[in-house]
Nanobody, 124 residues
Framework: QVDLVESGGGLVQAGDSLRLSCAVSGRTFSSYAMGWFRQGPGKEREFVAGIIWATGSTHHADSVRGRFTISRDKAKNTVYLQLNSLKAEDTGVYYC?????????????????WGQGTQVTVSS
């Protein structure tokens, strides 16, 4: 079992920044990938960014590239998502996810472990 706990969400204004954290505990894999997803009101869950834990290699969705940055701190067993230049359309619940393969995928069903989510609300 892998436990993921997100934090850092909140209510901000357009143009502001936030940093989300995802603390990882429990079972660890020899190689795995982490992802951040989001789900806006009335929308499907969508991929935001992913990172391969061992190498730090990343991939960001086109909609957030240049504004959001995923990173990880091995010593703290934590994955981060830095959100800059926030827009109203970035509003939603942000989820951290993990899969036991060192391959980033944008498909939510490919991730076996999920956190409870943290709400990000951007007012325009």
């Amino acid at each position: 079992q892998v436990d993921l706990v997100e934090s850092g969400g909140g209510l901000v204004q357009a143009g502001d920044s936030l940093r989300l954290s995802c603390a990882v505990s429990g079972r660890t894999f020899s190689s795995y990938a982490m992802g951040w997803f989001r789900q806006g009101p009335g929308k499907e869950r969508e991929f935001v960014a992913g990172i391969i834990w061992a190498t730090g290699s990343t991939h960001h969705a086109d909609s957030v590239r240049g504004r959001f940055t995923i990173s990880r701190d091995k010593a703290k067993n934590t994955v981060y998502l830095q959100l800059n230049s926030l827009k109203a359309e970035d509003t939603g619940v942000y989820y951290c996810a993990a899969r036991g393969l060192a391959l980033i995928t944008a498909t939510p069903g490919s991730y076996a472990y999920w956190g409870q989510g943290t709400q990000v609300t951007v007012s325009s």
